[in-house]
């Protein structure tokens, strides 16, 4: 196996609707993808299934160096393995600190099952700085939450997702929302999280993708239509009806 995910031929069908349709999809373990399409085109039930939420009736999913196959892990066991989500809503603690949520999330990761006795050490303090600074909330440590811009709670939630240590990041339009300087640092953290990390990130805004200049994979109807750079997709003559209607 060549990528850190493979997967391939998987299909789903809900009622008779068939929402994956033998979809094949790989990523290298330090490579940036943006997964564009139409709404219904699957995104979301792509990664659904990526995670453990949605079972394939049929296909394969292989993840890491040892081929597991995570069609046998459930969702916790998944995010273990090193699969992180990041949603489009952000969800962090606004009462709590900057600092707070991701001592958290690195709490949660840390000891899942003595979480009551578990106490930080001068090692996870140095992590939550480390983890901060790596979002761009470096300044903004004893600030709560609540008081973030939209952009600042999503670097939040990626330092958060980032706490527990994830090889694959799936990151769903994390530009929706923000000011043109906040997509800008976002671009630049994702690309950056990308020289050590897989990241999906799926994303309508086509300026936004077309910033973070990385191959794109176009899904329509459940399958992969065009793969490529963003110029050599959108010179797809199947793409551009997809995306003008016909
Ligand atoms: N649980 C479900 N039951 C029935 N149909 C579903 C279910 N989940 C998704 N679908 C259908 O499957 C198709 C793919 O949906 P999906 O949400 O994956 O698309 P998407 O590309 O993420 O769309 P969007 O860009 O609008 O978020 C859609 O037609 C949707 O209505």
Not at 28 to 41: K, M
Not at 122 to 129: I, M, N, S, T
Not at 147 to 162: A, D, P, T
Not at 183 to 197: F, W
Request: glycine share 10%; charged share 25%; proline share 3%.
């Amino acid at each position: 196996m060549s990528g850190l995910l493979e997967v391939s031929g998987i299909s789903v069908t809900f009622d008779g609707f068939r929402a994956i349709n033998n979809l094949s999809f790989s990523i290298g373990a330090a490579e940036l993808r943006a997964v564009i399409g139409p709404n219904g085109a699957g995104k979301t039930t792509f990664m659904d299934i990526v995670t453990g939420k949605t079972r394939p009736d049929g296909g394969r999913v292989l993840w890491g160096e040892r081929s597991i196959d995570l069609l046998k892990l459930d969702e916790a066991q998944i995010a273990r393995e090193g699969i992180g989500r990041k949603f489009q809503r952000p969800t962090v603690f606004e009462d709590q600190t900057v600092a707070e949520n991701l001592m958290m999330a690195l709490k949660a990761h840390r000891s899942p099952w003595r979480v009551l006795f578990w106490k930080p050490a001068g090692a996870d303090h140095a992590r939550v700085e480390e983890l901060a600074v790596q979002v761009g909330l470096g300044e903004a440590l004893a600030r709560k939450s609540g008081e973030l811009s939209h952009g600042q709670k999503q670097w939040l939630e990626i330092g958060m997702l980032l706490a527990q240590e994830p090889r694959l990041l799936l990151v769903d339009e994390p530009a929706a929302g923000m000011t043109l300087a906040e997509r800008e640092q976002t671009t630049s953290l994702l690309v950056d999280l990308a020289k050590t990390h897989a990241v999906v990130v799926v994303e309508h805004d086509m300026d936004f993708v077309r910033r973070l200049n990385c191959k794109v994979t176009v899904l329509h109807e459940g399958s992969v239509l065009a793969e490529g750079s963003l110029d050599h997709v959108t010179a797809n003559q199947q793409v551009i009806e997809v995306y003008l209607g016909r």
